[in-house]
């Protein structure tokens, strides 16, 4: 079977590898010959754990994986054809931006010579995928092609995991042919005993976006109960604990912090309520995680120099830039939002993070960036953990006490013990408690 993927970002080459690693033949299609040539090279222009072994390993020893910027070359013999582009929210509005899935679609119809399967795997409001089917079938006679949709479930910092291993593969399909064959990809997973869902591909494009707004909601739920522990005396993580050993629960998104942030939940949350108003369907509740959400960082901000006092004189450590760890992803970093925001105060900003201080230095070039934490904490008078990367967890805490001018500590993650930092010496806040 000969896979295409076309868009080699996050999905695209997360996918296009795992699938190598399942023993087809993949062939991943950029326009970007910049980034075609980067990946021939073999490097991967992103972190990910695992990534690059894997490409590696099929662009180099298997030869399964390959890369071009030629879609006609790409699709010579083709059996499935995935589209990957990304969907980020327009400018100014809610809405995802479908321009590149709708080129795509026009591109793909336009080099169509046998049966193929077309699948949406980029992450797209309800509708999208039996728009793209009209789109081909102006060219393409129905009976030489079918759609799918596939939504992705992969988190950053354990993609090849959660792609290996996954929770649940969703197949929104309008007819037998099509299941069949999307079955038949899957079926690497059948020992595993993966649930296979099908679904029609509106339940299919809904369930990805119900799925990312529902895990946000529990976010935007649990930091707002952190609110609520840090005026009465309570402990928000003995709350989550408390909620979390309840099945119908779970203790998972139960970490109360500065917000969700990322390429997916922000967007996802504001498309879907998007999808909703267009069906005139009030999602409030939505409306209403993604008002928090937003407004949290600054809120924080606020806390923090409220507390201390910090102004113009004052310099802050901050650890962890990328919205999540084992990732450099920093877009909707709550980290960065917090740390612009003190430095709109004049607060100075020492930063670091393992791997994503290349990807915040061209986008915040007035912080000052070091190579490790110890050096980003000299003279500084307080620390801010915003992203929860283990090497956090274990830092030497009597040498940050020598290097620090005031011991302050801003856990956003809450990964310490307050009681052990206070033994050192040290003026711990986190966050609910």
Known sequence: MKLVLVGTGYVGLVSGSC??????????????????????????????????????????????LSFTSSLPEAMEGADIIFITVGTPSKRLEEDADLSAVWNVAKDIANNIKKYSLVV???????????????????IVPKENFDVVSNPEFLREGSAINDFMRPDRIIIGADNEKSTKIMKELYRPLYLLETPIITSSI????????????????????????????????ADVQEVAKGMGVDKRIGSKFLNAGPGFGGSCFPKDVKAF?????????NF???????????????????????????N??????LFGLSFKPNTDDIRDSTSLKIAQHLFDQGIMINCYDPVSNDNTMDLFPKF???????????????????????????????????????????DLRNIYNKQELSDLGFEYYGIGK
């Open 368 to 410: 000052n960036f070091f190579k490790n934490a110890y050096e980003a904490s000299e003279g500084a008078d307080a620390i801010i953990i915003g992203t929860e990367w283990n090497e956090f967890r274990a830092l030497n805490f009597l040498k940050l006490k020598s290097l620090m001018k005031n011991l302050v500590i801003f």
């Open 202 to 233: 509106e339940s299919s494009e809904i369930i990805k976006y119900a799925s990312n707004s529902f895990l946000a909601t529990k976010i935007s739920f649990i930091n707002q109960v952190a609110d609520l522990c840090e005026s009465v005396g």
């Open 19 to 64: 699938f190598a690693e399942f023993g087809y033949d993949v062939t991943c299609v950029d326009k970007d010959k910049s980034r075609i040539l980067e990946l021939k090279k073999g490097k991967c222009p992103f972190f990910e754990p695992g990534i690059e072994e894997l490409l590696s390993k099929h662009r180099d020893q298997t030869k399964l």
């Open 273 to 281: 309520t998007s999808s909703a108003k267009k069906q005139n369907i």
């Open 312 to 317: 113009k004189n004052s310099k802050l450590a």
């Open 284 to 310: 409030s509740i939505l409306e209403a995680v993604n008002s928090y959400n937003q407004n949290r960082p600054l809120e924080i901000s606020k806390k923090i120099i409220n507390l201390k006092k910090y």
């Open 120 to 138: 949406t795997k980029s992450t797209v409001p309800v509708g999208t995928t039996k728009e793209i089917k009209k789109i081909i079938s102006k």
